[in-house]
């Protein structure tokens, strides 16, 4: 595993927060698979160079789709009716189609909702301490906390408000998409 900042996953992050991240909500459980078939078209003057010459321009003919997100298991075949654009807009509904199904889901795992609520606690608790203001209940475990003087670092209440819309983001119309 990777330990470089910009290559950690947002669930490294809560968890380098002291919050604990189930281990089936860390990675997609679901997706999403395209197959995209094309045409080649003689043209010319396709950007050709001194040294390459472009013969052919590739035109999306077909793409089929399927996922195994709950009623969007069949798969599906959209056909070109001669406009390429139109294909990839269709194809892209599809995925926004899916991608909202899944994320509904998403939203009625318990887990994920138990994750929001500590880390929204979390941020009350450091909030509260900021200004003195603490309950010390454990937010996980809802037992009192010995008491400590100590303040949290506001860097740390800054990365817990940083990571809460991100974690709102991940689990919004994401697109797991790969490709065959």
Not at 41 to 52: A, P, R, W
Not at 54 to 62: D, G, L, Q, R
Not at 111 to 136: N, P, Q
Not at 154 to 175: G, M, T, V
Request: glycine fraction near 2%.
């Amino acid at each position: 595993m990777c330990t470089r900042p910009h290559h950690r996953s947002l669930p490294n992050w809560i968890e380098d927060e002291g919050i604990a991240v189930p281990e089936h909500i860390k990675y997609s459980s679901y997706w999403a698979t395209y197959d995209i078939e094309a045409m080649q078209i003689n043209q010319t003057n396709l950007n050709s160079t001194e040294k390459l010459e472009w013969t052919h321009k590739h035109v999306p003919a077909s793409v089929s789709l399927c996922s195994n997100v709950p009623d969007h298991t069949e798969p599906i075949c959209f056909i070109s009716k001669g406009d390429p654009k139109e294909l990839v807009v269709q194809m892209v509904e599809h995925f926004q189609t899916i991608s909202v199904a899944a994320e509904a889901i998403l939203r009625e795992d318990e887990d994920i909702i138990k994750l929001f609520e500590t880390i929204e606690m979390k941020i009350k608790m450091d909030e509260a301490r900021e200004t003195g203001e603490e309950d010390d209940q454990d937010p996980e475990t809802g037992e009192e906390e010995e008491d400590c003087d100590i303040p949290p670092p506001k860097k740390h209440l800054h990365r817990l408000r940083k990571l809460l819309p991100k974690l709102e983001s991940h689990f919004s119309h994401a697109h797991p998409v790969t490709r065959v």
